[in-house]
């Protein structure tokens, strides 16, 4: 299983950004899927996941009402839609894949990791 995210930058607050997360492996598909992310100095954090069946999400209270989360099984992609963003949002964002039927929040038990992309939003 690989994954790689893509799709950070640097963007005004208030501005929007949608990060993508390309999954590679037969079986990713059927998995939850999941963004974490990790600010200089600070632990690694949960920001949104999602079901295989899209059906089910959650999401961290510091993003909810502003961050969606998506998936395209025919592209093998998940998505996440960043809008009315925040200088405290900037970080390093991961996707993951969790071999798990309903979406958890805890980075421990996701067991495939991407190489994370930058956003920074500036003030």
């Known amino acids: 299983v690989q994954l790689q995210a893509s799709g950070g930058g640097l963007v005004q607050a208030g501005g929007s950004l949608r990060l993508s997360c390309l999954y590679v492996?037969?079986?990713?598909?059927?998995?939850?899927m999941g963004w974490f992310r990790q600010a200089p100095g600070k632990e690694r954090e949960f920001v949104a996941a999602?079901?295989?069946?899209?059906?089910?999400?959650s999401y961290a209270d510091s993003v909810k009402g502003r961050f969606s989360i998506s998936r395209d099984s025919a592209k093998n992609t998940v998505y996440l839609q960043m809008n009315s963003l925040k200088p405290e949002d900037t970080a390093v964002y991961y996707c993951?894949?969790?071999?798990?039927?309903?979406?958890?929040?805890?980075?421990?038990?996701?067991?495939?990791w991407g190489q994370g992309t930058q956003v920074t939003v500036s003030s």
């Open positions: 999602m079901g295989w069946s899209g059906g089910s999400t």
């Open positions: 492996g037969r079986t990713v598909s059927s998995y939850v």
């Open positions: 993951a894949a969790d071999r798990a039927v309903v979406p958890t929040t805890s980075s421990a038990r996701y067991d495939y």
